[in-house]
């Protein structure tokens, strides 16, 4: 529910009665992984999405039923050969869906509004709830930051909320949204208990290097793929607000002296588009250097092989050399600063997510692929 947060943030400062349907768990082929959300007001008012529109209608009637009964339940979606107008998913998949009502009256109202709020300001938390177990137990919520819980319970032994929080921390760290197994009295054997543990966290890092056109139009597709982007150059009179009005951060400074002073993480991604070699070679020697989670440059192969050599000569290793993405970008046949930055934005996606980058017709790779940072999430999303 945390990838609706806004909205839903929103109809809680309205004082809404909603419903939540939460994926759960998938397998096979689905639309969209576990954490994807949809939900359902009082008047019947609709955001967000569990499955692309394949089983839109049923979870629908679920989250009015939640709110009528006031009761959570789980239901699982899957395909059916035997009746053409069976509510299930064309794609194959199976998919379970946890819906809970988050009534104003409800005592668990608040723990969902801190979590919301949260999210909405970018605050690294994790959601944790029960979605297989006891029927008392489904739907509780228990939020848990960084440093430990911060309010709510699973509703079971106090030992399960223990456990919660450690084994919540270790997916918020990672960045990840998953799940775990243990007993109701927080061991990891006995009576099962599955837990559902969404992550947010703060938009993961874009820095683009080099004020050119392509990194204009780069800004605007990292900005669209959730990013936070930041474009630094060291002559202001090309690291303007007006040349780049989607940036979030504008820095004139040199991009190695800026690189080695600002904060990057596992999610970071660097791109470097100056392929200027008093730019790069100092840069790119920091940047192999860094646990990141992407460096790539621009720049022609010819420019390439002369940077590889320069940044050989300044004793970066073959090692290091290999992390590096250069020419940047996949083969679209790109020309223009707007297909050139989507060829980028392709790459970063393919590393990130593990794919191959080659077309899906005829292919009988997985389309959808399961890595263990996961994407970005707003949201949604490194």
């Known amino acids: 529910m945390l990838d609706i947060a806004t909205d839903l943030n929103r109809w809680v400062e309205e004082g809404r009665d909603f419903a939540v349907a939460t994926v759960v768990s998938v397998g096979g082929s689905a639309p969209r992984g576990p954490g994807a959300a949809m939900a359902v007001d009082g008047e019947g008012t609709v955001i967000g999405s569990v499955s692309g529109g394949c089983v839109e209608g049923a979870v629908y009637d679920l989250c009015v039923q939640a709110l009528d009964e006031g009761e959570a339940v789980v239901e699982r979606f899957g395909y059916s050969d035997d009746d053409a107008f069976a509510v299930g998913l064309t794609c194959g998949g199976v998919i379970e869906v946890l819906v809970a009502p988050v009534a104003v009256d409800s005592p668990d109202r608040a723990v969902f509004a801190a979590a919301l709020t949260a999210a909405v300001r970018g605050e690294a938390t994790a959601l944790a709830r029960v979605y297989r177990g006891p029927a008392e137990l489904l739907g509780r919520p228990l939020l848990v930051t960084p440093a430990g819980a911060g309010n709510g319970t699973l509703g079971g032994h106090p030992d399960l909320d223990r456990t919660a929080v450690g084994e919540s921390r270790a997916l918020l760290a990672a960045g990840r949204t998953g799940e775990f197994v243990v007993s109701e009295s927080g061991a990891h054997c006995g009576t099962a208990v599955t837990v559902l543990v969404e992550s947010s966290q703060p938009p993961p890092r874009m820095i683009v290097f080099g004020a050119v056109d392509f990194a ?104 290091e050399l290999a992390r590096l993405r250069s020419p940047i970008g996949l083969d679209l046949g790109a020309r223009t600063p707007e297909e050139t930055a989507l060829s980028i934005a392709a790459e970063i996606v393919a590393v990130r997510q593990g794919g191959t980058g080659h077309p899906l017709t005829g292919a009988r790779t997985p389309i959808h692929h399961d890595t263990p940072g996961g994407p970005p999430r707003a949201d949604a999303l490194v």
Do not use: Q
């Open 216 to 319: 204009a139009a780069l800004v605007r597709v990292g900005k669209f793929l959730g990013y936070h982007v930041t474009v630094c150059d060291a002559r202001p009179v090309f690291a303007t607000r007006a040349r780049f009005p989607d940036a979030d951060d504008i820095v004139i400074e040199w991009p190695h002296r800026y690189l080695r002073g600002t904060t990057t993480d596992a999610r970071t991604v660097l791109c470097v588009l100056t392929h200027d070699a008093k730019f790069d070679v100092p840069l790119l020697t920091a940047a192999l250097r860094l646990p990141v989670a992407f460096v790539g440059a621009m720049g022609s192969r010819r420019t390439h092989e002369d940077r590889n050599r320069r940044l050989r000569d300044e004793g970066v290793t073959e090692a």
